[in-house]
């Protein structure tokens, strides 16, 4: 057997509760990891409360967790890449609160042994994402980026990608993450009223050429489509009703860019420049809170659970 921490109904934190579930046995083109660390993000609390019902189908019990890192234990058939005893990181369809999971082969990397379980286990939901709206929005060299939420865990790794492909971003967050967003190469600017004058004010020639939503707060949309006059210089991943405004939502449906996504990180980590700071670590046992913490916002990078 293998504990998990598993949800067998939509609710609150509190629905998360403690299971023993089979070891799960590897079929074609998969892989057996036992977990040491799964990182915690937004979309782990959207799919317990049923916010992505009909969207994300699950089966109860549900375990959550979209990344892990860990060891590999066994491997399925036609997996010739990895062998038991690899130090690994990648992504998952949910599965990860657990001792053991279940991982496709395709979506796992090898972890360097410089990069510890936790850094790890945050970089697959964060570094898959920012490479696919990058390439989504087609930002280019000398072009300037507004990115919503840049101090998150995407927006961390976002930040870090454009700045190595010579991308300009102007990040929205508290003033308490403006020195971090500098750090990462960023132009801070505080959200709330008068952000658009803001915006200008701090973008070079004031002009912004493309725009993220990773925060999903009210508005943020609409004036980015503002700032860049044209819905389809503007992607989110945080706001469900960005069709309103013309804005194209970004989700795994558009094609995942796992391997891309991990080279670039490798790329990094290998120059000595990748910065991937940890809001929190917390056990397994605490998953709840955990999702408390990440459902509360104004994160500095990832929150991750040890196993």
């Given at each position: 057997?293998?504990?998990?921490?598993?949800?067998?109904?939509?609710?609150?934190?509190?629905?998360?509760?403690?299971?023993?579930?089979?070891?799960?046995?590897?079929?074609?083109?998969?892989?057996?990891?036992?977990?040491?660390?799964?990182?915690?993000?937004?979309?782990?609390?959207?799919?317990?409360?049923?916010?992505?019902?009909?969207?994300?189908?699950?089966?109860?019990?549900?375990?959550?967790?979209?990344?892990?890192?860990?060891?590999?234990?066994?491997?399925?058939?036609?997996?010739?890449?990895?062998?038991?005893?690899?130090?690994?990181?990648?992504?998952?369809?949910?599965?990860?609160?657990?001792?053991?999971?279940?991982?496709?082969?395709?979506?796992?990397?090898?972890?360097?042994?410089?990069?510890?379980?936790?850094?790890?286990?945050?970089?697959?939901?964060?570094?898959?994402?920012?490479?696919?709206?990058?390439?989504?929005?087609?930002?280019?060299?000398?072009?300037?980026l507004l990115v919503h939420g840049a101090s998150g865990g995407v927006?961390?790794?976002?930040?870090?990608?454009?700045?190595?492909?010579?991308?300009?971003?102007?990040?929205?967050?508290?003033?308490?993450?403006?020195?971090?967003?500098?750090?990462?190469?960023?132009?801070?600017?505080?959200?709330?009223?008068?952000?658009?004058?803001?915006?200008?004010?701090?973008?070079?020639?004031?002009?912004?050429?493309?725009?993220?939503?990773?925060?999903?707060?009210?508005?943020?949309?609409?004036?980015?489509?503002?700032l860049t006059g044209d819905a389809q210089r503007v992607v989110s991943?945080?706001?469900?009703?960005?069709?309103?405004?013309g804005v194209h939502f970004s989700g795994i449906e558009d094609g995942?860019?796992?391997?891309?996504?991990?080279?670039?990180?490798?790329?990094?980590?290998?120059?000595?420049?990748?910065?991937?700071?940890?809001?929190?670590?917390?056990?397994?046992?605490?998953?709840?809170?955990?999702?408390?913490?990440?459902?509360?916002?104004?994160?500095?990078?990832?929150?991750?659970?040890?196993?």
């Open positions: 057997m293998t504990k998990a921490i598993a949800f067998h109904e939509y609710g609150t934190a509190d629905v998360l509760l403690p299971v023993d579930l089979d070891v799960p046995a590897p079929g074609p083109g998969q892989v057996r990891v036992e977990v040491r660390a799964v990182g915690v993000n937004p979309l782990d609390h959207k799919v317990r409360n049923g916010e992505m019902d009909g969207i994300f189908p699950i089966t109860f019990p549900a375990v959550p967790g979209y990344e892990l890192a860990g060891v590999v234990a066994e491997v399925g058939e036609g997996v010739t890449e990895f062998a038991p005893g690899d130090e690994v990181f990648g992504a998952l369809m949910g599965g990860g609160y657990a001792e053991h999971a279940l991982v496709e082969a395709a979506l796992l990397a090898r972890k360097p042994a410089t990069l510890d379980w936790a850094q790890a286990a945050g970089i697959p939901v964060a570094a898959e994402t920012a490479e696919r709206v990058l390439d989504i929005l087609g930002v280019r060299e000398g072009e300037t927006g961390t790794l976002l930040l870090q990608f454009a700045r190595a492909r010579g991308i300009t971003v102007v990040g929205t967050a508290s003033e308490a993450n403006h020195d971090y967003l500098r750090e990462l190469g960023a132009i801070p600017v505080t959200y709330g009223e008068g952000l658009a004058e803001r915006v200008r004010a701090a973008a070079p020639g004031g002009r912004v050429d493309r725009a993220l939503d990773a925060s999903g707060r009210d508005g943020e949309v609409a004036l980015s489509v503002e991943i945080a706001d469900f009703g960005a069709a309103n405004h995942p860019r796992h391997r891309q996504a991990y080279a670039a990180v490798l790329a990094l980590h290998d120059a000595g420049e990748l910065r991937l700071p940890l809001h929190q670590v917390l056990p397994l046992a605490e998953a709840a809170e955990a999702q408390r913490i990440s459902e509360q916002g104004h994160l500095r990078g990832k929150i991750v659970l040890a196993v």
